[in-house]
């Protein structure tokens, strides 16, 4: 079973050589990936009323095998009773599950990214055959 957190026990876990954040609930040490991470550590080191990640975490849309890799991190469960309205921001509680899963939210957009490029590939290739199909010669003279 899982240990469990309070918001204000991970908000103590706020400096270089130990850091803790919430992201959807769960609990991460970080302290070890703080200089691997391509954003740069200091995304994580914020004042310990601001220790859930979970909107910026779900806003830079991180990669499928950066979600894996943040299991690799988990500590625990955030214990939820102890989150008040000085702990949410803008009065949204973002430290809680969501409804979908973002890693589903990822990988929409993954699909639609590689949709796109292959519309664009076929589009570029009517283009090319209907330019050359008219004998036109090639831009650089030759025939």
Do not use: R
């Not at 270089?16 to 992201?23: A, M």
């Not at 779900?58 to 989150?83: F, K, N, P, Q, R």
């Amino acid at each position: 079973m899982a240990k469990t957190y309070t918001f204000e026990e991970v908000g103590t876990h706020n400096h270089k050589e130990d850091c803790w954040i919430i992201i959807h609930g769960k609990v991460y040490d970080v302290t070890s990936f703080l200089y691997d991470h391509p954003g740069g550590g200091d995304v994580f080191l914020v004042a310990p009323d601001e220790k859930d990640a979970s909107v910026g975490f779900d806003e830079v849309g991180h990669s499928e095998s950066a979600i894996e890799m943040l299991e690799t991190y988990y500590v625990g469960e955030l214990d939820t009773d102890t989150i008040t309205s000085t702990t949410v921001s803008g009065g949204e509680n973002h430290a809680l599950p969501p409804h979908a899963p973002a890693a589903a939210t990822n990988a929409n957009h993954s699909f639609a990214v590689k949709i796109l490029v292959a519309l664009l590939m076929l589009a570029l290739a009517f283009v090319v055959q209907y330019y050359y199909g008219k004998g036109n010669n090639p831009p650089n003279g030759e025939n």
